[in-house]
């Protein structure tokens, strides 16, 4: 087990109340991020040492931030990416640390608003799993295009343009090929896969697999990301998915 899975089962049962927490609200702390490279990205767990703001208290002078010692995994919600030196307000949501960085600024997203849908959605969108082999390799990173569908799904009443996965992956279940579809009915996004052929009947069109409800914590419409889903029922609870603008 590495230092990052201890930290991890060691904030399972709750954090500890520390200086200056205060009653009612989530608990929540200032984190200096000290993760690098690869263990940094939206989706993942990163490293963060809590930090005291303002740090000694001396006449005419700026306040400080002054580091503590020891690390907390923090969850990255975005959408934009933390960097090593980073300071982040941490926020104590379902059984973990999470933090939010705002997104740089960068060229207009080119969105697009269907019917009975809340939210202007962006064309090209980038679906994160933090863990691939989750769930039998259920939920797989990719790039979701919006765009005509093709003629085999016809039959599943699948027409027009919608927001469809760019590449195919093998499930090992079912030992078939299949695409994700996303959409959006007011207020909330489902995820679902979609297979040209398969063992069930040809074509087949999955069960809801993840949803996301915009207006709850981590969801938003603009700028827009969906961070704080959930798989069905009865899977495996620890799957994270995340989409962002591409």
């Not at 995994?73 to 959408?79: E, I, K, R, S």
């Not at 603009?222 to 609870?237: I, K, Q, R, V, Y």
Request: proline fraction near 9%; charged fraction near 10%.
């Amino acid at each position: 087990m590495g230092d990052l899975d201890r930290l991890r089962a060691r904030l399972a049962a709750g954090p500890a109340p520390g200086p200056g927490s205060t009653s009612g609200g989530s608990p929540g702390f200032l984190g200096k991020v000290t993760s690098a490279g690869a263990n940094l990205g939206v989706g993942k767990f990163f490293l963060a040492t809590p930090t005291t703001v303002m740090g000694a208290e001396v006449d005419a002078a700026a306040g400080l931030l002054a580091d503590a010692v020891g690390s907390i995994a923090v969850y990255a919600l975005g959408p934009g990416t933390p960097a090593t030196g980073d300071y982040l307000a941490c926020r104590w949501v379902d059984y973990r640390w999470v933090a939010e960085k705002a997104a740089g600024a960068g060229a207009p997203v080119d969105t697009v608003t269907v019917q009975n849908c809340f939210c202007p959605v962006p064309k090209t969108l980038r679906m994160t799993s933090a863990d691939e082999a989750c769930n039998y390799r259920m939920f797989q990173s990719c790039t979701i295009q919006y765009g005509p569908a093709p003629a085999w799904m016809a039959p599943m009443n699948i027409t027009g343009n919608q927001w469809i996965s760019t590449e195919m992956f093998l499930d090992p279940i079912a030992a078939a090929s299949f695409v994700y579809l996303l959409f959006c009915q007011y207020n909330q996004f489902f995820l679902q896969r979609l297979y040209p052929t398969s063992p069930y009947g040809s074509p087949f069109r999955d069960g809801t697999l993840y949803t996301w409800l915009v207006g709850g914590y981590g969801n938003v419409c603009s700028p827009f990301h969906l961070h704080n889903g959930a798989p069905f029922p009865g899977s495996d609870a620890t799957c994270s998915v995340t989409i962002d603008p591409a």
